[in-house]
């Protein structure tokens, strides 16, 4: 069954496809206040952070495929200040001058996904297949959804000098500062 989305790109991320090769894209949907990551395969998007977008997708166990032939713009975002300052036009997603401050950064959402991955299953707090077979999958499934989500939440944190702009305004709100 085909689903139809439409929001605003937060985040686009390309990483190594390991033993198959090339690069696979997937990248993070803003609806209604949620964030939601999309795999996109491994076509680079024609989209950019910041453009608000409409596709179909097709879920696949904890994978939301993106059917890249129907992704349209909608509105484009505000330019990365980055490419205000001259960036490569034929360049998608934001300029990182520091790639290995990134893949450090990754590196620690991924260690952080596997050890809490690690923890819910010896709690008993997740439910595993039943198949040995079937587990692989679905672990590694749970660590990569994680992994993204840790990673987005630590581009927003050092976006915003180490605030975690959710939480400062959950405290605001109850008045937890006093």
């Known amino acids: ?24 894209y997937n990248f993070v949907v803003q609806v ?11 076509a680079p998007t024609k989209f950019k952070e910041g453009d608000t977008i409409t596709f179909s997708w097709k879920e696949n166990g904890n994978f939301k495929n993106v059917e890249v032939s129907t992704v349209r ?8 200040p980055q490419q205000q300052q001259g960036a490569p036009a034929a360049q ?3 300029v ?41 999958d679905a672990m590694l499934a749970l660590i990569d959804d994680m992994t993204n989500t840790f990673h987005t ?9 180490g605030l975690v702009l959710e939480e400062l305004e959950i405290a605001v709100s109850n008045r937890d500062f006093e």
């Not at 209604?32 to 491994?42: L, R, S, V």
């Not at 990134?102 to 299953?121: F, G, K, M, P, T």
């Not at 630590?154 to 915003?160: A, F, I, R, S, Y």
């Open 32 to 42: 209604n206040g949620q964030d939601t990551w999309f795999g996109h395969g491994f």
């Open 96 to 136: 990182r001058t520091n790639s290995t401050q990134l893949a450090i950064q990754y590196q620690a959402s991924r260690n952080a996904a596997i050890h809490l991955l690690e923890v819910i299953v010896n709690a008993g707090a997740v439910s595993l297949p039943a198949k040995k077979s079937d587990q692989f």
């Open 92 to 94: 998608s997603g934001p």
């Open 73 to 80: 713009v909608e509105a484009g975002g505000a330019p990365a």
């Open 1 to 24: 069954m085909m689903n139809t989305t439409t929001g605003t790109v937060q985040k686009i991320l390309a990483k190594p496809a390991g033993n198959k090769g090339g690069t696979s």
């Open 153 to 161: 939440k630590t581009d927003k944190v050092v976006e915003n000098g």
